[in-house]
């Protein structure tokens, strides 16, 4: 009987360690990012950024361009949306773990339209 009560109270901690495991790694904090386009500028409500490593970024991107098209492209991670239209409003995540302490974005189309957000770990 007792090494029966041994080998649950074993299953039991085995079973929480696992639980940990999974929560802490998919556990990470997911910032939004509000970026606008209008006039042919990039504007954000974000700044800085304070991140930790894991947690990932929701970058929501609005054209309020009236009657134009852009792009979005983070060239650091050789991402783009292209052809964002007018009223358009898009969104992607990214990971921290792939930035630098900067997320730099520009416009493919438009060569002097870009924007940073700086990250603080
Ligand atoms: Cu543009």
């Given amino acids: ?3 029966a009560l041994k080998w ?3 299953v039991c901690v085995l079973i929480a360690c696992l639980l940990s495991f999974v929560f802490s790694t998919s556990s990470g904090t997911v910032h ?3 970026i606008t ?3 042919m ?3 954000t409500d974000t700044n800085t950024l304070p991140v ?3 947690d990932t970024i929701r970058l929501i991107v609005h054209n309020e361009d009236a009657g134009m098209t852009h792009t979005f492209e983070i060239e650091e991670l050789g991402l783009r949306i292209n052809n964002i239209h007018y009223n358009e409003v898009v969104s992607i995540n990214v990971r921290v773990d792939d ?3 900067q997320l730099r974005y520009t416009c493919r189309l438009h060569s002097l339209m870009e924007g940073t957000t ?3 770990r």
């Fill in 41 to 43: 500028e990039f504007e």
């Fill in 1 to 3: 009987m007792k090494r």
């Fill in 52 to 54: 930790e490593e894991g």
């Fill in 118 to 120: 700086f990250l603080t």
């Fill in 99 to 101: 930035l630098s302490d």
């Fill in 8 to 10: 649950i109270g074993l």
């Fill in 37 to 39: 386009i209008d006039s």
């Fill in 32 to 34: 939004e990012v509000n």
